[in-house]
């Protein structure tokens, strides 16, 4: 099934929590498409957390959590389409663009947070570039790659860990550094791969 061929590869997915989060979801009426847009809830508040943790450095904890919370979204969502039944026309939309907004609010945001602004922009665009390499391969028919190093879950998992330090280190510009540095190898190193698999094609 194409669904679920071109899914990102999650082992939390197949935990016990993570399916009686899905179990709990099933019961209330919320449709994938309303929980990824309230992924972009959670993104926008963990941006803010970020945008004002100058003055308050605890507040780079919040904007971790709240990173976290974004991720949880983003997993149920795809959880309560296939594994639930409740995909829809439209859920390819929703489960792509709301995890480009949630990038940027949060990268920019860290960015501004630690005082270097143009690396937070850059991180934010190249991520954005990862995944149009991605979808572009899907959309001439090659299975979607997404391989690292710096794909969504490497992302997330460096600003998280970056956030939680910045409370005491100002860890964040190297960390948005490696960022922009591990997602254009990303884009690079799948852009190579589709460029082999439609010359193998070709033959």
Request: hydrophobic share 55%; with cysteine; net charge positive.
């Amino acid at each position: 099934m194409d669904e679920i061929a071109n899914r990102r590869p999650l082992k939390s997915r197949g935990t016990a929590w993570a399916r009686a989060f899905a179990r709990l979801l099933l019961r209330t009426p919320l449709t994938p498409n309303a929980v990824s847009v309230i992924g972009i809830g959670f993104a926008a508040l963990g941006a803010v957390c970020f945008a004002l943790a100058p003055g308050q450095p605890l507040l780079w904890i919040g904007g971790a959590f709240f990173i976290q919370l974004r991720l949880l979204a983003n997993m149920l969502d795809g959880m309560l389409a296939v594994e639930g039944g409740r995909g829809s026309a439209t859920g390819v939309l929703f489960n792509e663009f709301p995890d480009r907004i949630e990038d940027m609010l949060l990268l920019v945001a860290a960015g501004y947070g630690a005082g270097v602004p143009v690396l937070g922009w850059a991180a934010a665009l190249l991520a954005m570039g990862t995944a149009y390499v991605r979808a572009l391969g899907g959309s001439l028919g090659l299975a979607q790659d997404f391989r690292g190093p710096m794909a969504k879950q490497h992302r997330m998992a460096l600003l998280t860990l970056a956030a939680l330090a910045a409370v005491v280190l100002p860890v964040m510009p190297w960390a948005l550094g490696a960022m922009v540095l591990g997602a254009a190898l990303t884009a690079a190193r799948r852009l190579l791969r589709q460029a082999r698999a439609l010359k193998e094609f070709a033959r």
